[in-house]
């Protein structure tokens, strides 16, 4: 999934049009949906699945509305913010059912938090086990915990993992990183993959890259 953090629809067509058939999903956050909103969701989802990255995170009420505006979007993928509780995510899941195509998922532990390492693995398995028994699909974790919750919430139950970077690329504001070839051999379904491909040279070779170390794990 590449992240398409970038500001207005102009760029996000023209990285979706050089990205092409390397990647499957776009996901789609904050800046972005602020910008320009359901139009360019509907333009990005003509051609890939589109991840909704808006981390909703309310009271109940106003969440599972919130999630229901999502499906009626047609997104392929929302998420919630695990942080806001049980009933929360409980609301979240029975709006969702409404829309059986749609993945709902919950950010567990950010991969920019600075929580100790160890405690991030504890945060984020209890957070997904929350989500699991709530109802919903899966977690957005990083890939140093997508092992462990794959192992107690099931085969079935989705990561997604952002935090990822290779080579001697720059951390950023992530801390808890893999690369490519970590993240599958750490359990991971989807990775999440923004500015190491948006702001490279060559966006459509770095996406390549990442492919190519994903798929040379895949064969081990
Ligand atoms: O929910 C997310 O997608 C998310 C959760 C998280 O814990 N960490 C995280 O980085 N993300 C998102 O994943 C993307 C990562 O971007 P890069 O750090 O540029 O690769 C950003 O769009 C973040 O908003």
Redesign the pocket.
Same mark, same amino acid.
């Given at each position: 999934m590449v992240?398409l953090?970038v500001p207005d629809a102009g760029q996000a067509l023209a990285l979706r049009d050089q990205l092409g058939d390397t990647v499957g999903w776009f996901?789609i956050?904050l800046r972005l949906f602020v910008a320009e909103g359901p139009q360019l969701v509907a333009a990005i989802g003509a051609t890939h699945k589109v991840f909704l990255?808006l981390?909703f995170h309310d009271i109940p009420n106003t969440v599972a509305e919130a999630i229901e505006s999502a499906g009626r979007l047609g997104v392929d993928m929302v998420?919630v913010h695990a942080g806001g509780g049980v009933e929360m995510l409980a609301a979240a899941a029975k709006a969702a059912e409404a829309f059986p195509d749609m993945l709902l998922i919950a /950010?567990t532990?950010?991969?920019?938090d600075s929580m100790p390492k160890e405690q991030a693995a504890v945060v984020a398995l209890e957070r997904a086990q929350m989500a699991r028994d709530a109802g919903l699909d899966g977690v957005?974790c990083?890939v140093h915990e997508a092992a462990a919750i794959k192992h107690a919430c099931g085969p079935h139950f989705i990561t997604?993992t952002?935090?990822?970077r290779w080579g001697d690329q720059d951390l950023?504001?992530?801390k808890r990183v893999a690369d490519p070839a970590g993240a599958i051999r750490g359990g991971s379904d989807y990775l999440? /993959?923004?500015?190491?491909i948006?702001k490279a040279a060559d966006p459509r070779a770095a996406a390549l890259e990442a492919q190519s170390m994903m798929h040379s794990a895949l064969c081990l």
């Open positions: 992240a953090d996901k956050g990255d981390k998420n /950010v532990v950010l991969t920019s957005v990083s997604v952002p935090g990822i950023q504001d992530q999440v /993959v923004g500015r190491p948006i």
